[in-house]
């Protein structure tokens, strides 16, 4: 849009922020040639904005506790330190953080660097309600009706809302909580309900039951010229959350002259208080007859920003607001709305017939929809996002990123653009179908649901629209995990170089349970050790459990092992805990679980990798299930009694001999031994191995010379799946996470069909 | 024995089966005398395979003196005598064994097991040479290196007991190997010093991809490049942002270049074997004398711990449904008594303390409402318990 090069030769740009956001602003001033310092805490040390920036300064680097040293981008202090030390001459703090923070934007100010937001007494005072309501009124902007002052008592709350009109709404100074707000629809219930509000400082406002949120974008150059850049709408928000924002709103395009009269109210306000750089102003809209109200103006870039910018192709408002930063650092009475007349209004005055475009963004939260939107901090296992021209990603993760508790679990956001509304939502039902996010629970089956909600569809959603949205996960919640269960898959890997090859240890059970469910055999599962789980299945589900003998019930009702079950949609099963002798229960879900992604090959959990964030299941966790409703008809299948496998005390296991079973490490008669004793199976066994209790080996040698100090230790060797190896005294079979190489001799290898 | 011409007979070996694309082959695993084939006996039999394989052998020249195997030669940053893995060994002294030959330094007791005058010149002789990579392997493409230089092939005994945490990328020796730690993990080798490790999780980086997230092969040399501490965490920072990149040259192992090496030394090793049995001889002597003492006292205390519990084991009754602990740690504090009803899920029953880490142990949904009965044997604050054992049983 303008030449890069000179302008900024001498600057250097400072993002006061993390994430998507960081990243964004660094895109613009690397476009510009700008060189840029990013700063970051401890658990960001590896995050994308660090790599992108030339710079990278560590905030509080000897705050050891991660928890204090992530509130590190909050210490004006400490990153005005930074700025000084670095020569930076510009100071971007993106949104949330220090962005609206007076101090800080006074401090930079103060210390001669160039703040690209808006001065700080126009922060200030847009902070303060009061302040920024008297500022609307001196324009003629309008504010929600209500009464001017606190109310004195009932008869003077009657009188207002006469005045107001019916619905009204009791607000307490004291705010918050469900207390705060009561909606009265007539006199009598006005004065039934006001003596609930005590000696509390109490007011009342005009309530609408179906409200709209409408924002306009505003940019100001200080000296008192302002121009708008079209409105947003965010009407789908959850408790004052945004979710899914839009540019234009499809409620103004449907009334222009409304749409008009709201840009003009925000660039009233805007120049009325000679804003300078980038705002919004945020309006109520009566969705019945279209009134708007004046709520708050935000005095920095908002998260939904990519919307307006999508819409008017070319337009970076960070550019602007760098822009427009250093313009006016040169020339005190500099403007950059003057200097380019690619800023002028008439751009942005788009009459809704002819707009080009419409743009959506959703963001993507790592929370739980179905836990009260719960973060979900936790690794993502994979992160896939497709490209389209029409698509615009601001994101900061990819596989293996953390998602941390001390931030807002903002993964990313999707901005689609369509010629039209409805073909933005095509692709962003689309985009929402094909994202792949795998980790922790989010949001995007939510944002999916909602994005193929006739109400949001029709462009009619208010800002109540999600509290009565039905969301259903396709998922299971785990109540309760017990001591080890998790996903496995077969045949896992077979890869070598030690990787081990995982997968179920009771594999025929497993495949059992797979074949009961109609699923390929291999479909990953769970496997259970010994302590049962409760799992509960939001929607029907197909199941079956095999394995060690275990009880079962579904809501309280006992149900077979071995056979194919449905759970109803909201149904508890419980697994209790292993009661014969086996150890292992295995679970298959119709469907398996399309969320848990491959790594190298599969889904098994190994090592701290794979399954579902590397570990075994704990209360909490939720697990996203596939197709995993039965189509066909819910005919019972079961396994013949004859063919189920049983799982005796005793064990005889067939064996190949070798290598190291040879007199030069064991003497004969300990040979003979060793495959006479009866072995028993020691407590200490899991899945690296079954570890053999009985006689001391009979050894042939006084040391394992260059391997070790022990007979048992040589050099090297290959283990084999099955493979019995005798560490120290004791022989262990080594199974699905055992080594493939070591130090040990091997006396024999397990036939794998006894495995 | 460590024998160069046995493992590059079976690199040349490895080769030729590769080049056969044996149909069922999952994978050969290589190590220094050996290497096992892994196969898929629906796809190939036994039988047919080792005809195969029998082919391929014959198929190799009678000697290997003359082959050459390309390589590449990458440099790795190492911290010697690092401020980590002497944690991890203060941390093994103070809770898994506190006597022992290689305590309370793995570099001075591979000095002297080696018949070396001080830990410098041990360090100096590891670093100095460079290392060819004989196996990858045992878990998550662990490399297991040995020096070219014979000179500089020390030996050590491995930890007995092993330890319980090791950081990445830490360098060891047992026996006459050394391996790069590839993620933290218990283990048992010697210590000398930190590097950056060969392997990448999520396959970040020049070197890695998420299908190989490991770095190393057979046959690969790896030459080292002394780093401060401070150096090492801004290397590792840039590792796990995948902005690290190793110097990575090609290369070729000639074994008779090697020979020819070998014997210009000859003198000089059988010197240094000579000291080095030495050495090895008087601590393999005083670490018998040290392990059967600790050995002792081990016996001791358990036997003690046993009495002690079975005096004060009275908490009520033991059986039937109970809440678990979810990992092996510490009982920090019991937040419940005997007879207690439980009001939530989140109804917290007992703190346990591991890795410096409160842990919550929550009755869970199950047990709302019902009453505690009693505790598990272990379930005492300042005493320990295993992952799975009962912490507090319900009515």
């Known amino acids: 849009m303008t030449d890069p090069a000179p302008p900024y030769a001498s600057h250097k740009l400072l993002v006061a922020n993390r994430g998507e956001i960081a990243i964004r602003v660094l895109r613009t001033a690397r476009r510009l040639r700008i060189p840029t310092v990013a700063v970051y805490t401890r658990v960001d040390a590896t995050a994308p904005h660090v790599v992108l920036a030339d710079e990278a300064v560590a905030l509080r680097p000897d705050d050891d506790d991660p928890a204090s040293n992530a509130r590190g981008y909050l210490d004006a202090d400490a990153i005005l330190v930074i700025c000084k030390e670095r020569s930076v001459t510009l100071v971007h703090p993106g949104y949330g953080f220090l962005s609206e923070n007076e101090r800080f934007a006074q401090m930079v100010v103060d210390a001669g660097i160039i703040w690209l937001g808006p001065r700080p007494d126009t922060i200030e005072a847009m902070g303060l309600k009061h302040r920024a309501k008297e500022l609307a009124t001196e324009?003629?902007?309008?504010?929600?009706?209500?009464?001017?002052?606190?109310?004195?008592?009932?008869?003077?709350?009657?009188?207002?809302?006469?005045?107001?009109?019916?619905?009204?709404?009791?607000?307490?100074?004291?705010?918050?909580?469900?207390?705060?707000?009561?909606?009265?629809?007539?006199?009598?219930?006005?004065?039934?309900?006001?003596?609930?509000?005590?000696?509390?400082?109490?007011?009342?406002?005009?309530?609408?039951?179906?409200?709209?949120?409408?924002?306009?974008?505003?940019?100001?150059?200080?000296?008192?010229?302002?121009?708008?850049?079209?409105?947003?709408?965010?009407?789908?928000?959850?408790?004052?959350?945004?979710?899914?924002?839009?540019?234009?709103?499809?409620?103004?395009?449907?009334?222009?002259?409304?749409?008009?009269?709201?840009?003009?109210?925000?660039?009233?306000?805007a120049e009325h208080v000679k804003y300078e750089s980038a705002g919004t102003i945020e309006f109520l809209v009566d969705d019945a007859t279209g009134d708007f109200f004046f709520?708050?103006?935000?005095?920095?870039?908002?998260?939904?920003?990519?919307?307006?910018?999508?819409?008017?192709?070319?337009?970076?408002?960070?550019?602007?607001?760098?822009?427009?930063?250093?313009?006016?650092?040169?020339?005190?009475?500099?403007?950059?709305?003057?200097?380019?007349?690619?800023?002028?209004?008439?751009?942005?005055?788009?009459?809704?017939?002819?707009?080009?475009?419409?743009?959506?963004?959703?963001?993507?939260?790592?929370?739980?929809?179905?836990?009260?939107?719960?973060?979900?901090?936790?690794?993502?296992?994979?992160?896939?996002?497709?490209?389209?021209?029409?698509?615009?990603?601001?994101?900061?993760?990819?596989?293996?990123?953390?998602?941390?508790?001390?931030?807002?679990?903002?993964?990313?956001?999707?901005?689609?653009?369509?010629?039209?509304?409805?073909?933005?939502?095509?692709?962003?039902?689309?985009?929402?179908?094909?994202?792949?996010?795998?980790?922790?629970?989010?949001?995007?089956?939510?944002?999916?649901?909602?994005?193929?909600?006739?109400?949001?569809?029709?462009?009619?959603?208010?800002?109540?629209?999600?509290?009565?949205?039905?969301?259903?996960?396709?998922?299971?919640?785990?109540?309760?995990?017990?001591?080890?269960?998790?996903?496995?898959?077969?045949?896992?890997?077979?890869?070598?170089?030690?990787?081990?090859?995982?997968?179920?240890?009771?594999?025929?059970?497993?495949?059992?349970?797979?074949?009961?469910?109609?699923?390929?055999?291999?479909?990953?599962?769970?496997?259970?050790?010994?302590?049962?789980?409760?799992?509960?299945?939001?929607?029907?589900?197909?199941?079956?459990?095999?394995?060690?003998?275990?009880?079962?019930?579904?809501n309280g009702t006992s149900v077979p092992m071995w056979a194919r079950l449905v759970i109803p949609a909201g149904g508890k099963l419980v697994i209790g805990n292993a009661t014969g002798n086996g150890m292992r229960a295995y679970l298959a879900v119709k469907g398996g679980f399309p969320e848990i992604p491959k790594y190298l090959g599969s889904k098994s959990t190994s090592l701290g990798l794979g399954g579902y964030q590397g570990r075994a299941l704990a209360a909490g966790d939720q697990i996203a299930l596939g197709d995993c409703t039965s189509s066909d008809s819910p005919s019972t299948l079961t396994i013949p009694t004859a063919v189920v496998p049983s799982y005796p005390t005793d064990w005889a296991i067939d064996v190949l001999a070798g290598p190291h079973c040879d007199p030069t490490f064991v003497t004969p008669s300990g040979i003979s031994a060793f495959f006479a004793t009866k072995w028993t199976v020691s407590a200490a066994s899991n899945r690296m191995g079954v570890r053999l209790e009985g006689p001391r080996i009979e050894w042939a040698r006084e040391t394992g010379g260059e391997g070790g100090s022990h007979p048992s230790n040589i050099l090297d060797n290959g283990y084999a799946f099955g493979t019995v190896n005798v560490n120290g005294d004791t022989p262990v079979i080594l199974t699905n996470e055992g080594p493939d190489m070591g130090g040990y001799l091997c006396a024999c290898t397990v036939a794998s069909a006894d495995m | 024995m460590l024998d160069f011409a046995i493992r590059a007979r079976i690199h040349a070996f490895e080769?030729?089966?590769?080049?056969?694309?044996?149909?069922?082959?999952?994978?050969?695993?290589?190590?220094?005398?050996?290497?096992?084939?892994?196969?898929?006996?629906?796809?190939?039999?036994?039988?047919?395979?080792?005809?195969?394989?029998?082919?391929?052998?014959?198929?190799?020249?009678?000697?290997?003196?003359?082959?050459?195997?390309?390589?590449?030669?990458?440099?790795?940053?190492?911290?010697?005598?690092?401020?980590?893995?002497?944690?991890?060994?203060?941390?093994?002294?103070?809770?898994?064994?506190?006597?022992?030959?290689?305590?309370?330094?793995?570099?001075?007791?591979?000095?002297?097991?080696?018949?070396?005058?001080?830990?410098?010149?041990?360090?100096?002789?590891?670093?100095?040479?460079?290392?060819?990579?004989?196996?990858?392997?045992?878990?998550?493409?662990?490399?297991?290196?040995?020096?070219?230089?014979?000179?500089?092939?020390?030996?050590?005994?491995?930890?007995?007991?092993?330890?319980?945490?090791?950081?990445?990328?830490?360098?060891?020796?047992?026996?006459?190997?050394?391996?790069?730690?590839?993620?933290?993990?218990?283990?048992?080798?010697?210590?000398?010093?930190?590097?950056?490790?060969?392997?990448?999780?999520?396959?970040?980086?020049?070197?890695?991809?998420?299908?190989?997230?490991?770095?190393?092969?057979?046959?690969?040399?790896?030459?080292?490049?002394?780093?401060?501490?401070?150096?090492?965490?801004?290397?590792?920072?840039?590792?796990?942002?995948?902005?690290?990149?190793?110097?990575?040259?090609?290369?070729?192992?000639?074994?008779?270049?090697?020979?020819?090496?070998?014997?210009?030394?000859?003198?000089?090793?059988?010197?240094?074997?000579?000291?080095?049995?030495?050495?090895?001889?008087?601590?393999?002597?005083?670490?018998?004398?040290?392990?059967?003492?600790?050995?002792r006292t081990r016996r001791a205390e358990l036997e003690a711990r046993q009495q002690d519990a079975t005096l004060t084991d009275t908490t009520g009754d033991e059986s039937g449904e109970h809440v678990a602990s979810s990992l092996s740690a510490h009982v920090w504090k019991i937040k419940c008594a005997v007879g207690d009803v439980i009001q939530s899920a989140e109804h917290v029953l007992v703190v346990l303390e591991a890795m410096k880490t409160e842990v919550n142990i929550e009755a869970g949904e199950e047990f709302v409402g019902r009453r505690v009965k009693g505790f598990g044997r272990g379930a005492k604050e300042g005493s320990s318990v295993s992952a799975g054992e009962p912490l507090v049983y319900f009515e």
């Not at chain 1, 009204?168 to 006199?187: F, H, P």
């Not at chain 1, 974008?217 to 709408?233: K, L, S, T, W």
């Not at chain 2, 000291?275 to 392990?291: I, K």
């Open chain 1, 139 to 269: 324009v003629d902007v309008p504010l929600v009706p209500g009464s001017k002052s606190l109310l004195r008592d009932v008869e003077d709350a009657v009188g207002s809302a006469d005045t107001i009109g019916y619905p009204v709404m009791l607000k307490s100074t004291a705010g918050g909580g469900g207390m705060g707000l009561v909606v009265c629809y007539n006199a009598d219930e006005l004065r039934a309900k006001f003596t609930l509000f005590h000696n509390d400082g109490v007011f009342i406002e005009k309530y609408f039951a179906a409200a709209r949120h409408v924002e306009v974008q505003v940019f100001g150059d200080g000296q008192g010229r302002a121009i708008h850049m079209g409105e947003r709408e965010c009407s789908v928000q959850r408790r004052h959350q945004k979710v899914i924002e839009e540019a234009p709103s499809p409620f103004m395009v449907r009334r222009p002259a409304i749409q008009q009269r709201m840009w003009d109210a925000a660039v009233r306000l």
């Open chain 1, 295 to 554: 709520l708050e103006m935000n005095t920095r870039l908002q998260v939904e920003h990519p919307v307006t910018e999508q819409v008017n192709p070319g337009l970076d408002i960070v550019e602007l607001m760098i822009l427009q930063g250093v313009t006016r650092h040169d020339k005190p009475t500099g403007s950059v709305l003057l200097a380019h007349p690619a800023y002028e209004q008439s751009v942005y005055n788009v009459l809704p017939d002819k707009r080009k475009s419409h743009a959506i963004e959703v963001r993507v939260y790592c929370e739980n929809p179905a836990a009260q939107f719960k973060p979900s901090p936790g690794v993502l296992q994979q992160v896939e996002i497709p490209e389209y021209e029409w698509l615009r990603v601001e994101s900061w993760v990819e596989s293996g990123t953390t998602i941390t508790p001390y931030f807002d679990p903002l993964a990313c956001k999707l901005i689609v653009t369509g010629s039209d509304r409805s073909q933005a939502i095509t692709r962003l039902a689309q985009v929402l179908g094909e994202v792949k996010i795998y980790g922790p629970p989010n949001n995007l089956q939510y944002l999916r649901a909602i994005c193929e909600s006739e109400i949001f569809k029709a462009g009619s959603a208010t800002t109540t629209f999600l509290d009565t949205f039905m969301f259903t996960p396709k998922a299971f919640t785990v109540l309760t995990g017990g001591l080890e269960t998790t996903v496995q898959d077969y045949p896992g890997r077979r890869i070598g170089l030690g990787i081990p090859r995982s997968g179920p240890m009771d594999s025929l059970a497993f495949r059992f349970a797979n074949i009961l469910v109609g699923n390929d055999p291999g479909m990953e599962g769970l496997e259970l050790t010994l302590t049962g789980c409760r799992l509960m299945f939001h929607v029907p589900t197909v199941i079956a459990v095999t394995g060690a003998t275990v009880k079962l019930n579904v």
């Open chain 2, 15 to 295: 080769t030729e089966v590769r080049n056969r694309a044996i149909p069922g082959v999952w994978f050969l695993a290589p190590c220094i005398r050996s290497t096992m084939v892994h196969f898929d006996p629906l796809v190939i039999s036994q039988a047919s395979l080792l005809a195969t394989l029998v082919e391929a052998e014959v198929a190799l020249p009678a000697s290997v003196e003359s082959l050459e195997f390309p390589g590449r030669k990458i440099t790795f940053p190492v911290v010697l005598d690092d401020k980590w893995n002497r944690e991890a060994l203060e941390k093994y002294m103070r809770s898994i064994r506190d006597r022992a030959v290689y305590l309370p330094s793995n570099i001075e007791y591979l000095a002297r097991n080696n018949g070396l005058k001080s830990a410098q010149d041990a360090l100096k002789k590891l670093v100095e040479t460079d290392w060819l990579i004989l196996g990858v392997g045992f878990y998550l493409a662990c490399p297991f290196l040995v020096p070219i230089d014979p000179r500089s092939r020390l030996v050590g005994q491995k930890m007995n007991p092993s330890r319980t945490f090791t950081p990445r990328g830490a360098i060891g020796i047992a026996g006459p190997v050394a391996a790069i730690y590839p993620i933290e993990s218990p283990g048992g080798y010697q210590l000398y010093g930190r590097t950056l490790p060969p392997w990448q999780t999520w396959g970040k980086g020049r070197d890695f991809s998420p299908e190989s997230p490991w770095l190393l092969r057979p046959f690969d040399q790896v030459a080292w490049e002394i780093v401060s501490e401070e150096e090492y965490a801004q290397l590792e920072t840039r590792f796990d942002a995948g902005q690290y990149a190793f110097k990575i040259e090609d290369t070729m192992f000639s074994m008779a270049d090697y020979a020819t090496f070998i014997d210009s030394i000859a003198d000089e090793v059988k010197e240094f074997k000579i000291r080095q049995a030495q050495g090895a001889v008087s601590e393999e002597t005083r670490e018998r004398e040290l392990f059967a003492q600790w050995d």
